[in-house]
T-cell receptor
Framework: GESVGLHLPTLSVQEGDNSIINCAYSNSASDYFIWYKQESGKGPQFIIDIRSNMDKRQGQRVTVLLNKTVKHLSLQIAATQPGDSAVYFCAESRNTPLVFGKGTRLSVIA | EPEVTQTPSHQVTQMGQEVILRCVPISNHLYFYWYRQILGQKVEFLVSFYNNEISEKSEIFDDQFSVERPDGSNFTLKIRSTKLEDSAMYFC????????????FGQGTRLTVV
């Protein structure tokens, strides 16, 4: 069936480096995508979203890139900090409930 | 800042017992959801609720599950006869005017069935 998934389950980066977290989606009808951050024992926290009529969107220290041709979504975190350590999920929808991917655990090495 | 609140934060129950998980969504939101997350796994959709009725549900949401919005503010998930495999984090979420917007999540209820 169609689903949202992630390429890597874990990612370790040095503090101050940039992080790139990837996500592959298979539902070509999806037109809305979100990245969530989940810290241990907490609920998912919104980071940034993007609609299918865009291919890039920037926030504070974060950028989301959408490549509809290959159905790929990525989250870039600039100057990664220890507080960025968490599990990151992408999610998709098309006027439907969000469907989540499996998550990537980001570990920041001080 | 408005937030989704869930109670209790942790619930321990015996297998076969009924549990009710409670949520207060953000007050002007129209779409309400329950998700669950088994330890170490992804967040799975259970059910969505709009205009006082279920709008969509997953195959996980079987006859043991039900949802209610009894008083215009609370949104509850009931599990009639809990099983060991129902142990998970349960998250409530709400969204504003359309489904193509950010969903706000509560901090979750950790349900442990023993």
């Amino acid at each position: 069936g169609e689903s949202v998934g992630l390429h890597l389950p874990t990612l370790s980066v040095q503090e101050g480096d940039n992080s790139i977290i990837n996500c592959a989606y298979s539902n070509s009808a999806s037109d809305y995508f979100i990245w969530y951050k989940q810290e241990s024992g907490k609920g998912p926290q919104f980071i940034i979203d993007i609609r299918s009529n865009m291919d890039k969107r920037q926030g504070q220290r974060v950028t989301v890139l959408l490549n509809k041709t290959v159905k790929h979504l990525s989250l870039q975190i600039a100057a990664t900090q220890p507080g960025d350590s968490a599990v990151y999920f992408c999610a998709e929808s098309r006027n439907t409930p969000l469907v989540f991917g499996k998550g990537t655990r980001l570990s920041v090495i001080a | 800042e408005p937030e989704v609140t869930q109670t209790p934060s942790h619930q321990v129950t015996q297998m076969g017992q009924e549990v009710i998980l409670r949520c207060v969504p953000i007050s002007n939101h129209l779409y309400f959801y329950w998700y669950r997350q088994i330890l170490g796994q992804k967040v799975e959709f259970l059910v969505s609720f709009y205009n006082n009725e279920i709008s969509e549900k997953s195959e996980i949401f079987d006859d043991q599950f039900s949802v209610e919005r009894p008083d215009g503010s609370n949104f509850t998930l009931k599990i009639r006869s809990t099983k060991l495999e129902d142990s998970a984090m349960y998250f409530c979420a709400s969204r504003g005017g359309t489904e193509n917007t950010e969903a706000f999540f509560g901090q979750g209820t950790r349900l442990t069935v023993v």
